[in-house]
């Protein structure tokens, strides 16, 4: 299978630090999308990118696609104590619709 | 409630035991998935689906059998449980060619 590397595999921050991770693939994606996990609960998506150098907001999330397509990065600034919870990377090729995650950051936030 | 939901959320069987794990959508997505979650691995998928009556292995689908008679449904079945599938399960959903899926809330399940 497709293996997606995710780093760092957990952080703890103090509240208001910036946060960086990344995701590393050994296959070129299409689409990498980012998920996020609270306790108990099922991913949710945060963001999605479309193509190659793409640069994509949502609030406090900053998530960018890696020029080589094989990798992806995402920002989150200014930390606050609800961004505690396990952050996906994920790939998707057009044609499939097979999703395939990272292994996850767990993120932890220090008030 | 419209969504994706799971059933049962946490379930505790015996080796050797059939369990079946429920999941079913109201959006009438056309594909349906099936992944587990397991600390160091992230998110692996086991089986999906593309419409009713077709399905595809993915990663990981050894000990496992699905079936999708219908959009709505697609239950997962560990024919006979081994310690090693104990793991959290979740069932995610998408329109196909869409870039997201949706996902259950999950199954917690232990083999004993």
């Known amino acids: 299978g497709q293996q997606l590397n995710q780093s760092p595999q957990s952080m703890f921050i103090q509240e208001g630090e910036d946060v960086s991770m990344n995701c590393t693939s050994s296959?070129?994606?299409?689409?990498w999308l980012w998920y996020k996990q609270d306790p108990g609960e099922g991913p949710v998506l945060l963001i999605a990118?479309?193509?190659?150098?793409e640069l994509t907001s949502n609030g406090r999330l900053t998530a960018q696609f890696g020029i080589t397509r094989k990798d992806s990065f995402l920002n989150i600034s200014a930390s606050i104590p609800s961004d505690v919870g396990i952050y996906f990377c994920?790939?998707?090729?057009?044609?499939?619709?097979?999703?395939?995650f990272g292994t996850g950051t767990s993120l932890t936030v220090i008030p | 409630d419209a969504g994706i939901t799971q059933s049962p959320r946490y379930k505790i069987t015996e080796t050797g035991r059939q369990v079946t794990l429920m999941c079913h959508q109201t959006?009438?997505?056309?594909?349906m998935f099936w992944y587990r979650q397991d600390l160091g691995h992230g998110l692996r998928l086991i089986y999906y689906?593309?419409?009713?009556?077709?399905?595809d292995k993915g990663e990981v689908p050894d000990g496992y059998v699905v079936s999708r008679s219908k959009t709505e449904n697609f239950p997962l079945t560990l024919e006979s449980a081994t310690r090693s599938q104990t793991s959290v399960y979740f069932c995610?959903?998408?329109?196909?060619?869409?870039?997201?899926?949706?996902f259950g809330q999950g199954t917690r399940l232990t083999v004993v």
């Open positions: 995610a959903s998408s329109v196909e060619g869409a870039t997201e899926a949706f």
């Open positions: 296959s070129i994606f299409n689409t």
């Open positions: 990118l479309y193509k190659a150098g």
């Open positions: 994920a790939g998707l090729y057009y044609t499939g619709n097979q999703f395939y």
């Open positions: 959006w009438s997505h056309s594909y």
């Open positions: 689906s593309a419409a009713a009556d077709i399905t």
